[in-house]
């Protein structure tokens, strides 16, 4: 099985200038586009950063917490997916509006995977999501940098997508 991964992350906003009507500014030029920090990459196996590996899946929280094991993911149709030796290129974290609490997404207490530092911890409300691209710059998984841990309240849960190469 190969993988691919086409990422995008696209905000183009579209104001128009307070001066809108005046003598100075044409109506036809009425509105200025702000889009220069978009960004879309296609990644495969032969490009740099590669992508060989992804899993797909919704994390549930047992008494508040659960962890995610890089060397023991599970991809499409629940075949395994060790992710030793890569390094994560795309982690995406959403929070169902439907949790009642927050939910911390961190290294594990115990051979932590530090996705964006030692200092790494990003706590989404319920309804939010956040990205990561890795650009080829995240820590290589291995024995001593594989978990991370999720905590929060009771079973609530947060669905993930982990792409690594």
């Known amino acids: 099985m190969s993988t691919a991964l086409t990422y995008q992350a696209i905000a183009t906003v579209v104001e128009t200038p307070a ?30 950063p590669p992508v060989s590996k992804s899993a797909l899946f919704t994390a549930t929280l047992v008494a508040g917490t659960v962890n995610i094991d890089l060397t023991a993911l599970v991809g499409l149709g629940g075949g395994a997916q060790d992710c030793t030796g890569l390094r994560v290129q795309l982690a995406r974290f959403k929070a169902p509006a439907g949790n009642a609490n927050p939910i911390t997404i961190q290294g594990g207490d115990t051979n ?7 200092t790494f911890k990003t706590i989404l409300q319920p309804g939010q999501e956040v990205t990561f691209y890795g650009c080829n710059l995240a820590p290589v998984v291995g024995s001593g940098a594989k978990t991370m841990k999720l905590t929060g309240t009771g079973s609530q849960t947060l669905q993930v997508e982990i792409v690594a190469g």
């Open 19 to 48: 001066g809108n009507g005046s003598a100075f500014v044409k109506a036809t030029d009425a509105t200025v586009t702000l889009d220069g920090m978009n960004t879309t990459v296609v990644l495969g196996a032969a490009t740099t």
């Open 112 to 118: 932590s995977y530090d996705l964006m530092g030692s």
